[in-house]
């Protein structure tokens, strides 16, 4: 049977929904959610709609109903819905009635394993209760901290003989993969509508589900630390910015030259002004990707130039972050090392071996551990915690695909007022 590629709208705004699923259908949509914060925003009008709009493919109303399972689920069919969407944690009773419900009025009931803790025994439940599908479901917040639905589909799968969907920052990769591991319907949101080319998106994702039984090929994860630090190369420092609620990045700290772009766990060191002793004894310390942070407490010496910029480039060393002076810097611009400085001067002092490496300091403002992300480019440099940098560099990457989308809408005609929505949304 081919499987069902079902295109999450969570979006807040009716039009821009309907665009969007109008160009998830061309490339080869089959059902169409409603999703959670668009019915929460517009209500059931928002399902009237799609369905009056698409009435050859399935809506489906993803309520997360927690209670009155009845009236809820009637309340979606009658507008319009196909598959109405219930919590796995709900109460069976809730289950019950809404199956019943959902049968009555022509639609499916479709279970969400969102937040279950034990999946497997759930989904072998809810279908003794009469559910339709249930949903192997890892919640955004979930994959912000690197969670996986696949990890667990394959069980589920084994659990359960009705139709399984599986949703979680699935991409065109993945979706396969989930097909591959027994998913009869891929939900993808993100990945598809905030894509520049909607209709590329969701044709490759379409493509690639399709061919999934022919050429399945299982990838090699990547370390967390590899992923986090392509995640950061995604991104600009404005996107995690606004991943961290509009967080400062460091204060007067800025690009030698225009076309920087770093991202690495952080070398730090306290020093001395214009001592130029520890800020190179931490290139002996520093391991590749790393990027050496240094308080240097004045602008007017400098503890790093040309030199050891060179020797970090041998070592493949990332680049150097200076609260305070650099010199050298038309050889380091030649050499196209990455370095920021809130301060460039010709002099520094002699290498005394004051100071401290891999010390908590302040730069820029900031406070730097050692091991904390440093993210560096044109707008200026970012800290992001190490206990957090996974979940940042995912988030800082959904707000890069917002504005992708919204980018998308300005070059096609609207201002950014009408793209946001801005008078609506306005604090009354």
Not at 115 to 138: K, M
Not at 161 to 167: C, G
Not at 249 to 259: F, H, S
Not at 292 to 317: D, F, H, K, M, T
Request: proline content about 4%.
């Amino acid at each position: 049977m081919k499987p069902i590629l079902q295109v999450a709208l969570d979006e807040v705004e009716l039009a821009r929904a309907v665009n969007i699923a109008r160009e998830a259908v061309a490339g080869g949509a089959d059902y169409l959610e409603a999703g959670t914060p668009l019915i929460k925003s517009e209500g059931m009008n928002a399902v009237r709609t799609l369905k009056e709009d698409f009435g050859d493919h399935v809506v489906v109303a993803d309520m997360k109903i927690m209670d009155t399972g009845a009236i809820e689920a009637e309340m979606a069919i009658k507008s319009g819905a196909g598959v109405v969407t219930i919590l796995g944690a709900c109460d069976d009773s809730t289950i019950q009635d809404a199956v019943r419900s959902a049968g009555r009025y022509g639609g499916k009931l479709m279970v969400d394993l969102i937040n279950v803790p034990d999946p497997v025994a759930r989904a072998r439940r809810v279908q003794e209760l009469g559910a339709n599908i249930v949903c192997v479901h890892v919640g955004i917040d979930q994959q912000m901290v690197g969670k996986d639905p696949l990890d667990i589909l394959k069980e589920v799968r084994k659990a359960a003989s009705i139709q399984i969907a599986v949703a979680g920052g699935l991409n065109a990769d993945s979706a396969a993969t989930a097909v591959a591991l027994g998913a009869d319907i891929v939900i993808v949101g993100g990945n598809i509508t905030h894509a520049k080319d909607v209709t590329g998106s969701a044709r490759r994702v379409r493509q690639s589900i399709d061919a999934a039984g022919k050429q399945y090929i299982v990838q090699e994860k990547k370390s967390l630390d590899e992923e986090t630090r392509e995640l950061f190369m995604q991104v600009t420092t404005p996107n995690i910015s606004d991943a961290m609620h509009r967080a400062p990045a460091m204060r007067d700290v800025k690009p030698l030259y225009e076309g920087i772009k770093i991202a690495g766990r952080a070398v730090t060191v306290q020093n001395f002004p214009g001592d130029w002793a520890k800020p190179v004894e931490a290139i002996d310390l520093a391991q590749k990707g790393d990027i050496i942070v240094i308080y240097n407490g004045s602008n007017y010496v400098a503890p790093w130039g040309e030199l050891a910029s060179r020797s970090c480039q041998q070592r493949g060393v990332a680049g150097v972050v200076i609260d305070g002076a650099i010199r050298d810097i038309d050889d380091i611009k030649k050499i196209k090392f990455p370095a920021f400085a809130s301060a460039s001067v010709p002099n520094a002092s002699e290498p005394k071996g004051m100071g401290e490496i891999n010390a908590d300091i302040t730069c820029g403002g900031l406070t730097v551990r050692p091991g904390d992300w440093i993210i560096g480019d044109d707008c200026g440099v970012m800290v992001v915690s190490a206990e957090h940098a996974y979940e940042i560099a995912r988030r800082a990457l959904e707000v890069k695909k917002t504005e992708d989308r919204q980018r998308t809408e300005i070059e096609r005609g609207k201002t950014l007022a009408q793209v946001v929505d801005l008078h609506k949304w306005e604090k009354k």
